[in-house]
């Protein structure tokens, strides 16, 4: 039974990194931008809903201004910290260090306004019930599996099926075609930005009402993230999901043989486990898709 259990909870937990590893990976994968700072769209988000639910508005409300916030924290990256990079042909080194330092600042800032301890969203959804004999679920299990199901199928219908999501694709290999169809590669990596945040809100909304949000979240989601990846093939969208999924399984897994404190540690031996007998990951795709 204590399988079954962190079996479920593994679940959970995976959603919440396919949808932040899938975000990253399509930023990644279009624009071939590492961009750091995707762990602090994250926490914005989750504070985000968390002040709205203080404010005692509506869930879907908070929702809302939660990928809202996100979005627009991408878009203004893109924006007025990448692009101007970029346009002097600034170094991997320059777009990391200017994208850790932003999050540095959000840091913080959410430290100062909303405190430096663990803050949690108090809801039903939350309250787990017994559903088998020593098996507990909360409904927020089911709704995050859900959530991250529905958006990676509208995002592969979008991907596959939009002219949009088609450029999206091209973008990192040829930017010239993209003009040749009167596309702006400036407007598509905007765009890349704008889905590929907006994917950490929901997750970041999930862990809001569970394990709860720090000022410093931002730094393990982004781990996560990059550890995903890696293993799920560098630019491979489903790649980085499905090694999300398999990471957070992985990882409650592993409290049954190993401390609390260790069980992070699995997400890493299996990244190195990849990269010294898989570099090229699960897929191991040139491109998000």
């Known amino acids: 039974m204590l399988f079954l259990q962190l079996l479920l909870n593994g679940l959970q937990t995976g959603a919440i990194y396919?949808?932040?590893?899938?975000?990253f990976a399509l930023i990644f994968g279009a624009t071939r931008i590492f961009h750091f700072a995707h762990g602090t769209a994250f926490t914005l988000a989750g504070y985000a809903y968390l002040f709205a639910w203080?404010?005692?508005w509506p869930g879907w409300v908070g929702?809302?201004?939660?990928?809202?916030?996100?979005t627009l924290f991408g878009m203004a990256m893109e924006r007025f910290v990448y692009r101007p990079i970029q346009r002097h042909e600034g170094s991997f080194f320059t777009v990391f260090v200017a994208a850790f330092g932003v999050g540095i600042v959000v840091q913080n800032l959410v430290g100062m306004f909303a405190g430096r301890g663990l803050a949690t969203v108090d809801t039903r959804l939350s309250f787990a019930t017994e559903v088998m004999p020593e098996i507990f679920v909360a409904p927020i299990l089911w709704i995050a599996i859900a959530t991250a199901a529905v958006l990676f199928a509208a995002l592969t219908v979008f991907l596959t099926r939009t002219h949009a999501g088609v450029a999206l694709r091209a973008l990192a290999q040829n930017p010239d075609l993209i003009r040749t169809y009167g596309l702006?590669?400036?407007?598509?990596?905007?765009?890349?930005?704008?889905?590929?945040?907006?994917?950490?809100?929901?997750?970041a909304i999930v862990t809001a009402m569970t394990s709860g949000l720090n000022e410093?979240?931002?730094h393990h989601v982004m781990l996560i993230s990059i550890a995903a990846t890696i293993v799920g093939g560098i630019g491979s969208l489903r790649g980085a999901a499905l090694a999300g999924l398999m990471l957070g399984v992985a990882e409650s897994l592993a409290l049954q043989f190993v401390d609390t404190q260790w069980a992070e540690a699995v997400s890493f031996l299996a990244l190195f486990a990849f990269i010294l007998f898989r570099p090229s990951g699960i897929f191991g795709v040139a491109m998000a898709r």
């Open 18 to 23: 396919a949808l932040t590893a899938a975000g």
């Open 54 to 56: 203080r404010a005692g």
């Open 63 to 70: 929702a809302l201004i939660a990928v809202a916030v996100a």
């Open 184 to 203: 702006s590669a400036n407007g598509i990596s905007v765009l890349a930005f704008a889905i590929g945040s907006a994917l950490a809100a929901p997750a």
């Open 216 to 218: 410093a979240i931002g």
